[in-house]
């Protein structure tokens, strides 16, 4: 069974950083093409980031040059590390495969306040 567990949301004041964290049982990361998506209230989810297997990275261009996706193969975790946050930034972000191939996990919720 996959899970996917995000981690590392929080509270931060515009201009700020944070670093999510997406642990993946079940699946073996280096053959997959995952990303992040994220979900604000009243809107649909949207696709933030992805990285294949090969370390390929593709951005939303609402966070090129802010976000950066990487992985851990040995530890089968993916990340998001944003940087620059701003109030439009905030929403709970989700890890999945490009296709979301698999169940949603309970997300990480990401508030930029001042």
């Known amino acids: 069974q996959v899970q996917l567990v995000e981690s590392g949301g929080g509270l931060v004041q515009p201009g700020g950083s944070l670093r999510l964290s997406c642990a993946v049982s079940g699946i073996t990361l280096g053959f997959w093409t995952m990303a992040w998506f994220r979900q604000a209230p009243g809107k649909q989810r949207e696709l933030v980031a992805s990285?294949?297997?090969?370390?390929?990275?593709m951005y939303a261009n609402s966070v090129k040059g802010r976000f950066a996706v990487s992985k851990d193969s040995a530890k089968n975790t993916m990340f998001l590390r944003m940087d620059g946050l701003k109030p439009e930034d905030a929403a709970v972000y989700y890890c999945n495969t490009h296709s979301a191939s698999f169940d949603w996990g309970q997300g990480t919720q990401v508030t930029v306040s001042s």
């Open positions: 990285i294949t297997g090969g370390d390929t990275t």
